[in-house]
């Protein structure tokens, strides 16, 4: 089993930034490839970003290739979400998520534990 629990949501302006972070206990961080999602009103979950075991290999949707990072501090058990020159379509509910799959976990039915999720709010 692995815990996952998100931070860092809330209400910013349009341009602004958020940093999520995503605290995990359990079996070994490192085992797990790892993954943002998001969820808006009315829409399916959307994979954000993903991160390899060992961090060497990312993934970005088109939507936030070159305004979001995502980084992990497996020694500290966390992933992070660095969201810059946020837009009003980024409001959603973003979720952690982690992978014990070996192929590049592009899809939500690939992630074995999920976070509560935390809201995320860009004002125009």
């Known amino acids: 089993q692995v815990q996952l629990v998100e931070s860092g949501g809330g209400l910013v302006q349009a341009g602004g930034s958020l940093r999520l972070s995503c605290a995990a206990s359990?079996?070994?961080?490192?085992?797990?490839?790892m993954g943002w999602f998001r969820q808006a009103p009315g829409k399916e979950r959307e994979l954000v970003a993903l991160?390899?075991?060992?961090?060497?290999?990312?993934y970005y949707a088109d939507s936030v290739k070159g305004r979001f990072t995502i980084s992990r501090d497996n020694a500290k058990n966390t992933l992070f979400l660095q969201m810059n020159r946020l837009k009003p379509e980024d409001t959603a509910v973003y979720y952690c998520?982690?992978?014990?799959?070996?192929?590049?976990?592009?899809?939500?039915?690939?992630?074995?534990?999920w976070g509560q999720g935390t809201q995320v709010t860009v004002s125009s």
């Open positions: 998520a982690a992978s014990s799959r070996s192929v590049y976990p592009l899809v939500a039915s690939l992630y074995d534990y």
């Open positions: 991160i390899s075991r060992g961090a060497s290999t990312t």
């Open positions: 359990g079996r070994t961080f490192s085992a797990y490839a």
